[in-house]
């Protein structure tokens, strides 16, 4: 059964799949060499600021993975009014589960691209002595930050169903509006706290907040 999930997963998301994975690979050396040829690749200062710039993408193309694969499911049952899953012998919990293990299987292929990326990135890269590479390192915290992602926007989606869209935007202009009150109001360190309390160890999204550096010290 889970064989089957997987499958049918796999082909539905197969192009945005292959489109992830060729990022995954390929931009950190695209990154790494447009930013080496505008900075001295000798100093340790000016590499671990390419770096940072590298670790924001690893960052962006998480979340984006996650919630793709998260949603595009859910939303392709919802355009069939959900017949496909209701017609299956089993519960629907378990086709839930099922099908939320067959999306974290997927993160596999962009993170395993993510590793071999970094690998070829610092292989044909200058190192200054004193840094290392990581690429190991990267692609756990890829992995954990994508798992992260995939798992709040699974829920967010089978929650609000239909709505999740709507419920997302509502969330974002929330936080906004929160934001306004709060500096009105003279508390203009109450969402910096909430911020923080959410990234910061152990906070449920610290993953985000981690040192995303393929060279580092």
């Given at each position: 059964?889970f064989?089957?999930?997987l ?7 197969r ?13 950190p050396?695209?990154i790494i060499?447009?930013?080496y040829s ?9 590499v671990?600021g390419?770096?940072?710039f590298a670790?924001a ?15 595009r499911p ?5 355009s069939l009014?959900?017949v ?9 919990a ?13 993160l596999l292929?962009p993170?395993?691209?993510?590793w ?5 990135a610092t292989?044909?890269?200058v190192?200054?002595p004193?840094?290392h590479?990581y690429?190991?390192g990267?692609?756990?915290r ?12 699974f829920?967010l989606q ?5 709505h ?7 969330l974002?202009f929330?936080?906004i ?5 709060s500096n ?8 910096l ?8 160890w152990p906070?449920?999204?610290s993953?985000f ?9």
């Amino acid at each position: 059964m889970f064989g089957q999930v997987l499958y049918t997963q796999w082909k539905w998301a197969r192009t945005e799949l292959f489109l992830y994975v060729l990022a995954a690979f390929l931009v950190p050396t695209v990154i790494i060499r447009i930013g080496y040829s505008q900075v001295d690749a000798y100093s340790i200062s000016n590499v671990l600021g390419v770096m940072g710039f590298a670790g924001a993408f690893f960052g962006v193309l998480a979340l984006v993975c996650a919630f793709g694969l998260a949603w595009r499911p859910y939303i392709i049952d919802a355009s069939l009014r959900h017949v496909g899953p209701l017609s299956l012998p089993v519960p629907w919990a378990t086709f839930v589960r099922l099908r939320f293990l067959a999306g974290a299987t997927l993160l596999l292929a962009p993170t395993i691209a993510v590793w071999l990326g970094g690998v070829l990135a610092t292989a044909t890269t200058v190192i200054p002595p004193t840094l290392h590479a990581y690429p190991g390192g990267v692609a756990l915290r890829f992995l954990f930050a994508a798992m992260v992602a995939y798992a709040a926007g699974f829920l967010l989606q089978y929650v609000a169903g239909k709505h999740a869209v709507r419920v997302a935007i509502g969330l974002f202009f929330a936080v906004i509006l929160i934001a306004l009150a709060s500096n009105l109001l003279g508390y203009d360190n109450l969402l910096l706290k909430a911020w923080d309390l959410l990234t910061t160890w152990p906070g449920p999204f610290s993953i985000f907040n981690a040192r995303w550096m393929l060279i580092d010290v």
